[in-house]
């Protein structure tokens, strides 16, 4: 199709008080993202504009950052314009987000990126341990719970998974539903070896 259209006709701030939240926003921000957001405001300020439709004047993304904004007092915020129809309006304001939310994880480089940062504000430390529990722990598969418990054989020789596993309390039926394929009495060591796991 050749080069993609540029659509940006523009940039500057905006006075919040003439941002129109788009009507058919599907996002729904809770407490946790609203701290984490908060929290890194607080320490960096502004490095992403929201972007509004200038033909339309709906907001089409930025909706949590103007309303923080404007809860701390905020009266103007950084805009990017576009002009775009109302069907392409719909359709970014469906992808963006679950696009952006594709993208894979190298852990290794966000663990080493993690290593470097340092943040006095509490809402960014605590995003930043969510995060980390989320992409750089290793989540145990179906697969890894099978290479566990075959591999452990009669003796229980666990060390032929080569995986550090951090299983949360509410995942307790998962475990119980791949455990429930084996003979629980097979594996002793493997079954007390998952109990310690549980946190």
């Known amino acids: 199709m050749g080069a993609y259209k540029n659509r940006i006709i523009g940039s500057g701030e905006e006075s919040l008080d003439n941002i129109l939240f788009n009507p058919r926003n599907w996002r729904i921000h809770p407490l946790n993202q609203q701290d984490a957001l908060k929290g890194v405001l607080e320490e960096v300020g502004w490095v992403q504009q929201v972007i509004i ?3 339309t004047g709906n907001l089409i993304d930025g ?74 722990v290793n989540q145990p598969t179906d697969e890894d719970w099978m290479a566990a418990f075959d591999g452990g054989g009669e003796g229980g020789n666990l060390d032929t998974v080569n995986v550090t596993f951090v299983i949360p309390k509410d995942r307790k039926p998962d475990l119980d539903n791949i455990l429930s394929k084996f003979d629980n009495n097979k594996n002793p060591a493997f079954l007390k070896w998952i109990d310690s796991c549980l946190n």
Do not use: W
């Open 63 to 136: 909706h949590l950052r103007c309303q923080l904004a404007a809860r701390e007092g905020n009266k103007t915020i950084p805009v990017l314009y576009v002009d775009i129809d109302e069907a392409e309006e719909e359709l970014v304001l469906a992808t963006l987000d679950p696009i952006a939310g594709m993208a894979a994880t190298d852990k290794q480089k966000l663990d080493e990126l993690f290593q470097d940062i340092n943040s006095d504000n509490e809402n960014v430390q605590k995003l930043i341990s969510e995060i980390a529990t989320e992409h750089i």
């Open 53 to 55: 439709n200038k033909r």
